[in-house]
T-cell receptor, first 114, second 117 residues
Framework: GAVVSQHPSWVICKSGTSVKIECRSL??????MFWYRQFPKQSLMLMAT?????????EQGVEKDKFLINHASLTLSTLTVTSAHPEDSSFYIC??????????FGDGTRLSIL | AQTVTQSQPEMSVQEAETVTLSCTYD???????LFWYKQPPSRQMILVIR??????QNATENRFSVNFQKAAKSFSLKISDSQLGDTAMYFC??????????????FGTGTRLTIIP
């Protein structure tokens, strides 16, 4: 139980394009979803917290117009990196949880911008 | 703001031995949750063990156990009979309880553990 699916697992695209990453909770309805970014050999840094039907709450220093988060249902959240540039290349991980339960993580998306 | 510190960037241990990973944290709250997550080379984040601060008993999951010292704000992870599959990055994490309205995880910088055959 508590499976979180993230898609795609790896994406390579040209600078200037937009990339959408999906995060789905497969066997539970998540009250909250989270998006993290992880640079090589570093820890996970929270980018934003997303609740279904409401606007995401972004962490300080994260550009909300750059990283668009949509949480249309209790099982799906999407992160769109708009006009991506090489400095946006990173590993992005989502997680989902229901109240009083630990966060369950997706397998992550490796984003490479050429 | 809460902070989580892992003072051991890298550790290695022989297979079948016991290893302890250290974690300290800083908070003014009395009730909270602590976690250890494992990230193998595949980069998937796997929950290893969790501890509720209001529980005095240390959590245990098979070969994994914690030493939770609330007054010292210390939360170490002990891995017994270590196996090659334990090789991974280990992150300590802190979370406020749900009714605090801020359920985000704060992670430490991680400890890279290598189990030597």
């Amino acid at each position: 139980g508590a499976v979180v699916s993230q898609h795609p697992s790896w994406v390579i695209c040209k600078s200037g394009t937009s990339v959408k990453i999906e995060c789905r909770s497969l066997d539970f309805q998540a009250t909250t979803m989270f998006w993290y970014r992880q640079f090589p050999k570093q820890s996970l840094m929270l980018m934003a917290t997303s609740n279904e039907g409401s606007k995401a709450t972004y962490e300080q220093g994260v550009e909300k117009d750059k990283f668009l988060i949509n949480h249309a249902s209790l099982t799906l959240s999407t992160l769109t990196v708009t006009s991506a540039h090489p400095e946006d290349s990173s590993f992005y991980i989502c997680s989902a949880r229901i109240t009083d339960q630990p966060q369950h993580f997706g397998d992550g998306t490796r984003l490479s911008i050429l | 703001a809460q902070t989580v510190t892992q003072s051991q960037p890298e550790m290695s241990v022989q297979e079948a031995e016991t290893v302890t990973l250290s974690c300290t944290y800083d908070t003014s709250e009395n009730n909270y949750y602590l976690f250890w997550y494992k990230q193998p080379p595949s980069r998937q984040m796997i929950l290893v063990i969790r501890q509720e601060a209001y529980k005095q008993q240390n959590a245990t999951e098979n070969r994994f156990s914690v030493n939770f010292q609330k007054a010292a704000k210390s939360f170490s992870l002990k891995i017994s009979d270590s196996q090659l599959g334990d090789t991974a990055m280990y992150f300590c994490a802190f979370m406020n309880p749900p009714n605090f309205g801020n359920e985000k995880l704060t992670f430490g910088t991680g400890t890279r553990l290598t189990i030597i055959p």
